[in-house]
């Protein structure tokens, strides 16, 4: 099993996601160049966090013309394992793998604290070690966390049980006030039709050591890691 | 050939920078704005290509670079020398 | 023809000018009168200052390198070197506070980098006019941004600092910034232009007419002009650093560069002629060759430009193609402009032509030295004298109103719009005081604190200078981390004036005094002068930054409470002093009296022995108290915990009890520690000699001290929590 973290100019969790999976995990890890035109057989591969291309234009929107996106979008179309989290997912809403797209958080400011997230989804690749409703303590850190979609596509996003995680309070409960950037329905993570592509704003790579004060972020990791084992959700 | 693109916010997004301009403006006594949409714009300075060849590639770089049509709108029009709007 | 208004446009003297001519033996062209001015400010030459920093203490066992270079480095074990600097951009900061504060990051970052570190930290000290005002609402926020705007997108955290606010800083904010960053102890790289023949590449942005005369704009006070120096200012581009950053430490990891200087604030003209003077070396570069902005720029112009993002590498000519490779990777020229040269020359073409022709020295070593006259200022006999005014009746609405103050309420508004968090080593969360990062592949950390009183320092100039330096190694005490160095920043009005000067001189003294009596080395800093406006200067207002280490990161202990049950524990004295107090300033509105005594043999013995009995594993939690002394520490023991649990601690001193609350007695330090850790705690004390009790216990839903049998403080947490919450957000929020 194979992991590869993606470094376009301007990523700056590529590091952190990559400690976690070597060192943390002791799994196989690469980085992968935005240059590149290969995924180098990689299992999982990863959008890490980060200002690409300084998100001048928009988060995400320069990165997702790298060469490498090619790749990605066929590897995933392929049923690959992808995860994009906090920048990687503004790239991977701008590629169009999922839907939707980032405004400004509601308050203006850049937003760097723990969250908690209620976990609405377990039966993915990506949760299935965690248990329904299992309320997580994960940071997040961004300008544009904002979810924004149009109303047709939040009814299907609902249907097809497709939101993984939602901004909530200590009890769990989703409320306005713990909807820390505004975004529609508290979103906080989605995942596509076939189950093989996940975009976050939390990032889970900075809780997964105790020193960090949080494992909460594991869930993720650990799942993922069961998940290409043994191709079950169970 | 000088070409200005103005990308902003859809009519049915919300727009926290608009409004926010928009409040200040209140607070500071000028109670006649009625709405305010921020957005962005874009400069082009171009080769001198065929009309229709402009009116063809503007768009498509709009709409697939400048704006995110999820949320965003673009116009655009040709300036003149002096960075007017031509007729 | 140079005249008398070409002069003090410059910001030369007359006098100055003078030694030009002899040093130089021709009258400069406008050119290279540009680049003296620049190199001869004060912010550049350190002319009214050099003479005094010499005074501070310099050597360490665990010293790399000391100050002169672009920033100072320490031995941290493991085959590590933390390299770290703190840096002022207070006045680009008052112009345009976002890119100010941007661009002061952007220039600490590259300091760092430059010698082969990669920045793993960045603090602020942070500095304002009272939030009540309009001005200064729109400075912090402005500087909040600035600063978040830069370091979130360059993925270096910004774990902490501190902020004040005062009204001497209305006209005048002070943005210090300090960085740290790792290096491999044997990668370390100098500003150096070795080998004649080799070639001089200029890498990063382009050049454009940014900031010139930035330099010189920092070296004088400030008056109504200084709105119109508004296009000096530079504008930071964060995304081009980050690219600059990765590309810097590829090719030094690849060995492929003799030397490296970032062009800071003296752009083109610093960076050619330091790396020459450091080598003995002249240099050569053309001007058509470095990469333009704008066009029809001149060469003084290009030569002073303040763009940022900017580079100057030497390297040897066969390097020079690999060199390219890897910054055309990160979408980056490299542009060879010139070459070192054999002698000792500075020389600049421009359209064919030699336009500068001055030798390396007389722009770099040869700046006059000032020994300004300096002069115990009047104001001190008058705020000596303090008639204590009568103690509130109501303490509990005193307690509340200290921790409405925005020095003392929580700076949560700032910081959580700083990424506190990336590269996943931020063991303590910013509000905890000290900043704790772990080392990645070791079991060691890093602690790392920034402090300086102001108001003690203009109320006795020497004793705060001692206080700076012992306060922010009991922060690091208090984690459990001894420090190894220190960096500063030294905030002060106008060195012309002599009291002013008297200032400086008193708080080097200071500073000097306690770094020797804790054994701990200055490695670097910077002096910012004529921090006036408008005639008025600021408090003067040193910042220490202090870096130390922890060797087991597992038993640092943070500021808060853990448990309900702990006992709490008082080490050291309490003594009835108020002057120069917050309680003074902030209840009574009143800044004077002296600043309370320090005697850094207590100090020293009271944090040997907090760092030996945390290490010890004894303690659940210690913290020191500063401004707003016992009461506002042990509430805010409470605030810093997830946990809401209070306290109850019972006093017997025989003082005044405002004194006993408030008073901002050094060499003291609140511990809690589990019920079965007393007496181990008590007996190390007795055998260290340090005075250590029992005050109270962790627990209840309430802050509650009794003094002499009387309830003096009883506020529900919440009640207390909030205005300690609300405080910054509701003044920030404030219409108008």
Redesign the interface.
């Known amino acids: 099993m194979k992991c590869g973290v993606v470094i376009f ?2 990523s ?2 590529d ?2 996601t990559h ?2 999976l070597k ?1 943390v995990y002791g799994r196989d890890t690469v980085f992968l160049w935005h240059k590149d035109h290969s995924l180098h057989n990689c299992d999982l591969v990863i959008l890490p ?3 690409s ?6 988060s995400g ?2 990165a997702r ?1 790298s060469p490498l996106m090619q790749e990605l979008q066929e590897f995933a179309d392929r049923g690959g394992m992808v995860l994009g989290i906090c920048n990687g997912f503004q790239v991977l ?2 590629l169009g793998l999922l ?3 980032m ?2 958080n ?1 308050n ?6 723990h969250v908690h997230l209620s976990l609405e989804n377990t039966a993915t690749p990506f949760t299935n070690r965690g248990e329904k409703g299992r309320i997580l303590h994960i ?1 997040i ?1 961004h ?1 544009d966390g ?1 979810y ?3 109303p047709a596509t939040l009814i299907q996003l609902k249907q097809n049980n497709r939101i993984v995680f939602r901004y909530c309070d200590t009890d769990g409960k989703i409320t306005d006030e713990s909807n820390v950037n ?1 975004s529609m329905e508290n979103i906080a993570g989605l995942i596509n039709k076939d189950g093989n592509v996940l975009g976050m704003m939390p ?1 889970p ?2 809780a997964s ?1 105790a ?3 949080s494992e909460d972020g594991r869930v993720v990791f650990d799942s993922v890691f069961h998940y290409l084992k043994t191709g079950s959700l169970q | 050939m000088k070409i200005r693109v103005l990308v902003s916010y859809k009519e049915s997004v919300l727009d926290p920078q608009g409004q926010t301009v928009r409040n200040s403006l209140l607070t500071l006594g000028y109670e006649f704005i009625r709405n305010l949409r921020q957005g962005k714009v874009f400069e082009l300075d171009i080769d001198d290509l065929p009309r229709e060849q402009v009116n063809r590639l503007i768009p498509e770089i709009a709409g697939k670079v400048l704006a995110n049509p999820i949320i965003e709108q673009f116009e655009w029009e040709i300036l003149d020398e002096k960075g007017e709007t031509r007729p | 023809m140079i005249d008398k208004k070409i002069l003090s446009e410059h910001n030369l003297t007359e006098e100055e000018y003078r030694r030009i001519i002899e040093l130089i033996g021709k009258e400069p062209n406008i050119t290279e009168l540009g680049i003296f001015s620049l190199m001869w400010s004060e912010h550049c030459s350190y002319k009214s200052s050099k003479a005094h920093l010499k005074k501070l203490p310099v050597k360490g066992e665990h010293v790399i390198q000391g100050p002169g270079e672009n920033a100072g480095i320490i031995d941290i074990g493991d085959g590590l070197a933390a390299v770290f600097k703190i840096e002022s951009h207070n006045h680009p900061s008052f112009i345009e506070p976002y890119q100010g504060a941007a661009t002061g990051v952007g220039g600490i970052l590259r300091d760092i980098f430059t010698m082969g570190a990669r920045p793993i930290a960045l603090l602020d000290s942070l500095r304002f006019g009272p939030l009540e005002n309009a001005h200064n609402r729109s400075i912090t926020d402005g500087v909040v941004s600035g600063i978040a705007g830069y370091g979130n997108a360059i993925g270096v955290p910004t774990v902490g600092g501190e902020t004040y606010f005062h009204p001497s800083y209305s006209l005048n904010p002070l943005v210090n910034v300090f960085c740290l960053g790792i290096a491999d102890k044997n990668k370390i790289f100098y500003a150096k232009a070795e080998g004649p023949g080799n070639a001089v590449l200029y890498v990063g942005s382009k050049t454009g007419r940014d900031g010139i005369h930035g330099a010189t704009m920092a070296s004088a006070e400030f008056d109504e002009d200084s709105e119109k120096k508004r296009p000096n200012v530079q504008v930071g581009d964060p995304f081009k650093e980050k690219l600059l950053l990765e590309a810097c430490l590829e090719i030094m990891d690849q060995n492929l560069i003799v030397g490296i200087q970032d062009m800071g604030a003296a752009g083109l003209t610093c960076s050619t002629s330091e790396m020459a003077s450091n080598s003995g070396s002249g240099i050569e570069i053309d001007l058509d060759r470095v990469p333009q902005r704008e066009e029809g720029m001149t060469a003084y112009e290009i030569m002073l430009s303040e763009s940022q993002e900017r580079m100057l590498l030497v390297a040897s000519n066969d390097k020079v193609k690999d060199v390219q490779d890897v910054f055309a990777k990160w979408d980056l020229d490299a542009v060879v402009i010139g070459r070192v040269t054999d002698g000792d020359r500075l020389k600049v073409r421009f359209h064919g032509e030699t336009v500068v022709d001055i030798p390396v020295d007389s722009i770099v070593n040869l700046c006059p030295l000032y020994l300004r006259p300096s002069r115990r200022p009047d104001y001190l006999e008058d705020t000596a004298r303090l008639d204590l005014p009568e103690q509130p009746e109501d303490l509990n609405a005193v307690l509340l109103q200290m921790l409405d103050q925005p020095t003392i309420a929580d700076k949560e508004w700032i910081y959580r719009q700083y990424d506190h968090m990336v590269q996943t080593n931020t063991v303590f969360l910013p509000g905890a005081g000290t900043a704790l990062l772990r080392l990645k592949g070791t079991e060691s950390g890093l602690a790392m604190t920034l402090d300086g009183n102001s108001l003690y320092c203009y109320l006795d100039p020497r004793t705060g200078g001692k206080i700076a330096v012992a306060e922010a190694c009991r922060n690091l005490a208090c984690v459990g981390a001894r420090p190894l160095g220190v960096t500063n920043c030294l905030n002060f009005g106008n060195p012309e004036k002599p009291g002013i000067m008297w200032q400086f001189m008193e708080v080097i003294e200071g500073i000097s005094e306690a770094c020797l009596a804790f054994g701990i080395p200055v490695t670097g800093g910077n002096v910012s002068f004529y921090n006036d406006t408008e005639g008025v200067s600021i408090h003067p207002t040193p910042v220490l930054g202090i870096v130390g280490r922890i060797e087991k990161i597992d038993r640092a202990v943070s500021t808060c409470f853990k448990s309900e049950g702990d006992l709490i524990f008082l080490l050291g004295e309490n003594r009835e002093e108020l002057g120069g107090s917050e309680y003074l300033r902030t209840v009574h509105g009143t800044e004077r009296g002296l600043p309370p005594i320090i005697d850094l043999d207590d100090e020293k013995r009271v944090q040997e022995f907090i760092i030996s009995v945390i290490d010890e594993g004894l303690v659940s939690s210690a913290a020191d108290p500063s401004e707003g002394g016992l009461a506002v520490c042990l509430a805010e023991c409470v605030f810093a915990s997830s946990r809401e649990f209070g306290f109850a601690v019972e006093l017997d001193d025989e003082m005044r009890t405002d004194a006993l609350l408030f008073g901002e007695t050094q060499s003291r330090i609140l511990l809690s520690a589990a019920p079965d850790k007393k007496i181990t705690l008590l007996s190390a004390a007795k055998n260290a000699g340090v005075p250590l009790r029992e005050i109270g216990r962790v627990g209840g839903t309430r802050l509650d001290i009794r003094h002499r049998d009387r309830s003096v403080i009883d506020i529900p947490i919440l009640e207390a929590l909030r205005v300690w919450k609300n405080s910054i957000p509701e003044r920030m929020s404030t219409k108008t």
Do not use: M, Q, S, W
């Open positions: 100019p301007g700056n969790c590091f952190d400690h976690v060192n966090g980060g200002f291309y300084g998100d001048y234009l928009r929107a320069i013309f809403l701008e839907p939707g797209a405004l400004r509601k203006l400011k850049f937003l760097c604290r940071p850190a300008f904002n924004y979609t149009d505004g990032h790579e900075r050591e020193i960090l004060g």
